[in-house]
């Protein structure tokens, strides 16, 4: 049950509970009335009608003289009025107005007359006394319902003590539910919330559907989430320590190499001309390594950061593709390598320029540097539909992408599947992935290539194979393409 639904449910109880002590004392003094009401008229009456039978006397009505047998029949139960025919009281039986003589008028000395009433307190009733034909004066009799009274008032009490009790029981009940829905879990929330701040170890307790449920649960899903954005940050953190403490490495052992022939060309010493060009020939490939290494750490940083946004602008994808996949065949006819270029793709790209070449380069330079002499290297960009036949057949089936591709594969020893699931992580190089020696890199080319993709709104998929090949396919997406005469729209993802 809700907490709002159960509050609700219990402030209406303790409402209602008046009302019904009010409803049952009603009940109770109606039935009580009910069952005496005929009994005690009879009994009344009777006593009525003794009294009757003494005032009755004419000569009671005679002012000035004493009236004993009255005074007799008079009780704190039986208050008698004696009037004379004008209105003057004569007697009251009550001794605190008995001194008072104030002359009725004649409509209230008429009123009810030989009218046997009741009220909560008495039964009463008037009656004129003549002396042949002459009226000679009243009476007024009013016998008290004492008896009634006291039933009434027992009953009362009763469901006085009943409605207390009833009211303690309800007060410990909310009291202990309160304690039990609200309180003692509240508190136990705050102790698991103070533990999660001081980093202490936090027991999921067992969740209800109600607000304080809902609560928990909310305080579980954040304090995971906290926890994830902990592991992500000590992650990150390691990540970087790893990462700057291989880029030294790395930097210093070209370094070295550039101060040793540096050194070697500035020294006095007779060097031929054949070993100063191989000298400055060392240290500019050297610097230019260097140099690849830092663009790439400032690429990488800079992918990195939550503000970067990749500026897009639109291109003629049949131009701009015929000219990105060119260039590459000189470097693949100095590695003894066949390279075989596709460009099938029409239609407006929202693009980098400058950054998918880093793509293209990037994934080149990989599958260059691990495809063997006499090799095979593919390089297209084509629509999904229309997938060159020289794609390995495996790579068909795996295939998750759609749309426009961007394709290199190549021939080779491939990557087994446990590294192929680390191939896009930073510093993963590619070289200790496919167990080649002598090969050496920054290990964030396929990080780099994997989130400018990604900036472009596009995704990244590499497959492989240890005895056939490995193929990498980036999907572009476009604002509106157009492949083998049929319109394909694409959106950015």
């Known amino acids: 049950m809700k907490l709002k639904t159960w509050l609700l449910l219990s402030y209406f109880i303790v409402m209602i509970l008046p009302l019904a002590a009010a409803y049952a004392l009603f009940a109770s003094v109606n039935a009580?009335?009910?069952?005496?009401?005929?009994?005690?008229?009879?009994?009344?009456w009777t006593e009525l009608q003794q009294i009757s039978t003494v005032l009755k006397d004419p000569k009671l009505y005679k002012q000035g003289i004493e009236r004993p047998q009255v005074k007799e029949i008079s009780n704190?139960?039986?208050?008698?009025?004696?009037?004379?025919?004008?209105?003057?009281?004569?007697y009251n039986s009550d001794p605190l107005v008995n001194s008072v003589s104030v002359i009725e008028s004649k409509e209230s000395l008429y009123k009810n007359l030989f009218q046997f009433e009741n009220n909560y307190r008495n039964y009463s009733y008037k009656e004129p006394v003549f002396s042949g034909n002459e009226l000679v004066g009243f009476f007024e009799v009013s016998l008290a319902r004492d008896e009634w009274i006291d039933g009434v008032n027992n009953r009362t009490w009763s469901v006085i003590a009943v409605l207390i009790g009833i009211f303690c029981l309800i007060f410990i009940s909310v009291s202990v539910l309160v304690n039990r829905k609200l309180n003692k879990r509240l508190t136990h929330l705050m102790k698991q919330m103070t533990a999660f701040a001081s980093s202490e170890k936090v027991e999921d307790m067992q969740t209800t559907n109600d607000e304080i449920g809902e609560l928990t649960s909310s305080f579980y899903s954040m304090r995971k989430q906290i926890e994830e954005a902990r592991e992500r940050i000590a992650k990150e953190q390691q990540e970087k320590e790893f990462m700057i403490a291989t880029i030294s490495h790395d930097l210093k052992t070209p370094l070295t190499s550039i101060?040793?022939?540096?050194?070697?060309?500035?020294?006095?010493?007779?060097?031929?001309?054949?070993?100063?060009?191989?000298?400055r020939e060392i240290i500019?490939?050297?610097?230019?390594?260097?140099?690849q290494m830092l663009d790439d750490l400032l690429m990488y940083t800079l992918l990195q950061s939550s503000t970067y946004e990749m500026d897009l602008v639109q291109v003629e994808g049949s131009e701009f593709f015929d000219m990105l996949l060119s260039d590459y065949e000189q470097l693949c006819y100095d590695k003894n390598i066949t390279l075989e270029v596709q460009s099938e793709i029409e239609g407006i790209f929202n693009v980098n320029p400058k950054q998918l070449m880093r793509v293209t380069d990037n994934l080149m330079?990989?599958?260059?540097?691990?495809?063997?002499?006499?090799?095979a290297i593919w390089l297209a960009a084509v629509f999904s539909e229309n997938l060159p036949n020289w794609v390995f057949p495996y790579v068909k089936q795996e295939l998750k992408l759609d749309g426009p591709l961007l394709i290199v594969q190549n021939s080779g020893?491939?990557?087994?599947?446990?590294?192929l699931n680390h191939v896009f992580e930073p510093l993963f190089q590619a070289d200790i992935a496919r167990s080649k020696k002598g090969v050496s890199g920054t290990g964030l080319g396929l990080s780099i290539t994997k989130q400018i993709i990604e900036k472009h709104g596009g995704k990244v998929q590499m497959m492989s194979h240890k005895t056939i090949g490995t193929c990498v396919i980036c999907k572009l997406p476009t604002i509106e393409g157009i492949g083998d005469g049929n319109e394909n729209n694409f959106k950015n993802d």
Not at 263 to 269: D, K, T
Not at 284 to 291: H, V
Request: hydrophobic share 30%; aromatic share 10%; proline share 4%.
């Open 32 to 44: 009580y009335h009910e069952d005496r009401n005929v009994e005690e008229y009879f009994e009344k």
């Open 76 to 90: 704190p139960q039986t208050a008698i009025i004696l009037y004379r025919n004008d209105g003057l009281p004569l």
């Open 259 to 279: 101060r040793a022939y540096a050194e070697s060309l500035s020294a006095e010493r007779n060097l031929v001309d054949e070993e100063r060009e191989e000298y």
């Open 284 to 291: 500019i490939n050297k610097a230019n390594y260097m140099q």
């Open 365 to 375: 330079s990989n599958a260059i540097q691990h495809t063997p002499k006499e090799g």
């Open 413 to 419: 020893e491939g990557i087994d599947k446990e590294a």
